[in-house]
């Protein structure tokens, strides 16, 4: 069978061996290549088929059917965003998975996107197909690492999702979960700098937080709904059913789901706060608490400090001049005796010309980010298998917007600084040579999650951009790698 997708066709039901309708004559082969085979849902915007490529591939074509300015804006947003981002956990969209289609005998066009067909379910036909019995701990424990790993690049790329919910997530047969419906995704330049009553209210009842309602969500708006997701497998019960303490306003669903353990449950309380601010501060707090639920650390975030930067830190959003920096972010890496001499290797960026020394027993990952060019990261090996806080060390460059004096940059730094770390207390603060250039040096104690942690933070300012070295280690190990990080930050050369 194909499928004709005229809106006003009354018989679309065609042979397979047409290429167009008996009945109202428009094209069955889609932009000359997809032939439409099922008609899988309709939505408020439009429908999904079942699409046949050329090469036989089954794939899904989303179109819309009503082409309103909310609804085009909202399509074409997720055609962007799932063409850029590709994550196992998200759906492949190629560069011309998107385009227009003309209706035979009108000049009105739909608006087409064909994405990788998810082969399984939705959590909440899961849920239905295992007879609603809640999921365990541990199981609760995977998933939530998996949807907090592909948020951690959603995030990590300016966007966050908005419509987090059981029908949003699809599991694959072999248990891995895939994110669906970035219809709702917003870039969080965008959310920040239009007025409020500007920005597009996106609301699943029982998954969506006060603070989006109101048309000011933000990234972690989406650990709301993730929290609400595991209330709902947990329990196996819808969170709008679920009744609140009326004192506190916490979702009342512990005594539901008594197979869940105690550190679980409270990440997840902690998710479903009602501020953001009391929420988890970003994916890499988020995938650390995990690690240790699971006994299993999350691999270390290329990006945890370039992150910041990026959401944080952007001029366009503070109109501070620190989008130029070089972020070094040093998690002391392992221990090693105060007399034990260690072998350095040499890295060097000949796109941003700059060399820094690193101990030959850390990996070294080169990655790209849009809004920080050419970050590496040098890992350390865990210092044994209990290590839950595997440190690093990141490294990346951005121009400054605007020449800026060591002063002006020192004053919008320590700024930030009281801003976008948890917990913060400024203990030192020094002028200091880098690179042989004027520089400035802060030391302060921080939060990751639940990990107490001590930062020097080390920069200067050369060719309109901002070079910024931070080490951090466990509070309790600061000492114990200093050494190692005031060596990496020596031996940084600025070509």
């Not at 592909?150 to 908005?162: E, S």
């Not at 497998?233 to 979702?251: C, F, I, V, W, Y």
């Amino acid at each position: 069978m194909s499928y004709c997708i005229n809106p006003n066709c009354r018989h679309p039901e065609n042979l397979d061996t047409i290429n167009f309708c008996q009945t109202c004559g428009s094209e069955l082969l889609i932009n000359a290549r997809y032939r439409v085979i099922a008609v899988l849902g309709q939505g408020g915007f439009g429908k999904t088929f079942a699409v046949r490529d050329r090469d036989g591939t089954q794939k899904v074509l989303k179109v819309l059917m009503n082409n309103d300015t909310l609804g085009v804006e909202l399509f074409q947003r997720e055609a962007h965003v799932l063409q850029r981002l590709k994550h196992p956990g998200l759906p492949t969209v190629e560069s011309e998975g998107y385009f227009t289609f003309r209706v035979k005998g009108t000049d009105k066009s739909l608006h087409c996107l064909v994405m990788e067909k998810i082969e399984g379910k939705n959590l909440q036909q899961w849920l239905e197909a295992h007879n609603y019995q809640p999921i365990s701990s541990e199981l609760a424990i995977d998933w939530l690492t998996q949807l907090t790993e592909i948020l951690n690049l959603v995030h990590n790329q300016n966007y966050f999702h908005r419509d987090i919910k059981p029908q949003n997530v699809m599991c694959r047969s072999n248990g891995k979960l895939v994110l669906i419906d970035f219809g709702a995704v917003r870039e969080v330049t965008e959310t920040i700098q239009r007025a409020t009553g500007e920005v597009t209210r996106i609301s699943s009842m029982g998954y969506t937080p006060e603070e989006q309602k109101k048309g000011k969500a933000e990234p972690r708006s989406d650990f709301f709904a993730l929290g609400r997701n595991f209330v709902y497998l947990l329990t196996a019960q819808e969170p709008r059913n679920l009744q609140e303490d009326p004192r506190s306003g916490k979702l009342i669903w512990r005594n539901v789901a008594t197979q869940t353990s105690k550190p679980l449950a409270d990440l997840i309380d902690d998710l479903m706060a009602y501020f953001p601010k009391d929420r988890p501060k970003d994916t890499q707090v988020l995938l650390q608490r995990l690690g240790k639920l699971s006994d299993r650390p999350p691999s270390p975030s290329p990006d945890r400090r370039t992150r910041r930067f990026a959401l944080g830190w952007k001029p366009a959003l503070m109109g501070l001049g620190v989008a130029g920096a070089i972020a070094i972010s040093a998690f002391a890496i392992q221990h090693f005796s105060k007399t034990q001499v260690e072998n350095l290797l040499s890295y060097q960026s000949s796109t941003h010309q700059f060399k820094i020394k690193y101990p030959e027993k850390w990996e070294k990952q080169e990655l790209q980010n849009p809004v920080i060019n050419d970050v590496v990261v040098f890992i350390a090996p865990k210092k044994n298998t209990a290590d839950a806080y595997q440190e690093q060390i990141t490294v990346s460059i951005e121009d400054l917007p605007k020449p800026m004096s060591l002063d002006e940059y020192n004053q919008s730094s320590l700024k930030q600084i009281k801003t976008n770390f948890t917990d913060v207390k400024i203990l030192e603060e020094n002028p200091k040579t880098i690179a042989n250039h004027r520089g400035y040096t802060v030391v302060f104690d921080d939060k990751d999650g639940q990990t107490n942690t001590k930062k020097m933070q080390t920069w200067t300012l050369m060719n309109n951009k901002a070079y910024v070295i931070t080490y951090t280690a466990e509070k309790s190990e600061y000492s114990d790698y200093l050494k190692t990080a005031e060596n990496m930050m020596n031996s940084f050369e600025i070509n």
